[in-house]
């Protein structure tokens, strides 16, 4: 397993080389804290070298599971968020482990948490980029990573 402490602070782990069309598998569990609602976290796909192109796949505690980030468009970059559209909820609270499946193929991230697809976005501009786990403000472990590249 993999703890990150995300003491108050902002912690990413970035995969070594550039990805374009893959499967990511991951488990992961926010450690609960006494008087805490607002857990926050992530798993990145297909970021550009600097960070300023992401896409994340929203960690928290039975409020994550949607896209949202930071698309090219035209001349500059175009934030999206994709909570408003989730029709299921299936992310459970801190200290219960949850399941991301991540499928990122041509132009198409899609999102699913325990079994259930909750967020998919179809205008991915940035075809090649990075994996990344982030730790943002609360401790994180993350567990049972697999990549799967797809042609």
């Not at 070298?49 to 929203?58: M, S, T």
């Not at 299936?90 to 193929?105: D, H, L, M, S, Y």
Request: aromatic residues 12%; glycine residues 14%; positive net charge.
């Amino acid at each position: 397993a993999l703890i990150c402490a995300g003491n108050g602070g902002h912690e990413w782990l970035r995969y070594g080389r550039e990805l374009g069309n893959f499967l990511f598998h991951v488990e992961w569990r926010l450690t609960p804290h006494k008087g805490t609602k607002g857990y926050n976290s992530g798993v990145f796909v297909r970021n550009n070298h600097n960070g300023l192109i992401w896409y994340q796949a929203q960690v928290g505690s039975a409020s994550g599971g949607y896209w949202f980030g930071n698309n090219p468009s035209g001349k500059g970059l175009k934030p999206f968020n994709l909570r408003p559209q989730m029709t299921a909820h299936p992310v459970k609270p801190a200290g219960k482990w949850n399941t991301f499946e991540i499928r990122c193929q041509g132009s198409k991230l899609i999102l699913k948490v325990n079994g259930t697809t909750t967020s998919i976005f179809d205008k991915c501009k940035n075809l090649r980029g990075y994996l990344g786990l982030e730790a943002e403000g609360s401790r994180i472990e993350f567990r049972n990573m697999k990549i799967k590249l797809l042609k």
